[in-house]
């Protein structure tokens, strides 16, 4: 930086700035197993296929929305395998956010149909 007065005086300064890579969202994924169930059946959902570039697995969280009214039925944990099971038949929206250490999250939605 270099500063100069009206009366043509000045001075410099450097300094030297380092600049780091911005923490990016993480991205949500998740399978399904079965792909389609039976009333009562347990179907197993998987998010080990979530990423993040700064964060492994193991350090990012997740949480289950079973059947998509923004109201999550579990908690933010690092337990990436849950269980569920489906009392009646119809089309199930399954939702899952995952968040990295920083809090950025990002969300993944799927489909089950139950019979």
Sequence with gaps: MEVIDTE??????ER?????????PPVADF?????????????TFDAT???DKEDSLDLLEVRWDWNNDN???????????YTNTYAEAGT????????????????????IVIK
């Excluded at 043509?8 to 300064?13: A, I, K, L, N, R």
């Design 71 to 81: 109201i999550y039925e579990t908690l933010w944990s690092s337990t990436k395998v």
């Design 8 to 13: 043509g005086y000045g001075s410099t300064y």
């Design 92 to 111: 199930y929206i399954i939702k899952v956010q995952v968040r990295d250490r920083e809090g950025l999250t990002d969300t993944r939605v799927k489909s």
């Design 31 to 43: 399978s399904i197993n079965p792909t389609s169930g039976l009333v009562g059946q347990t179907i």
């Design 49 to 51: 296929l979530c990423s």
């Design 16 to 24: 030297v700035v380092s600049v780091s890579d911005l923490n990016t």
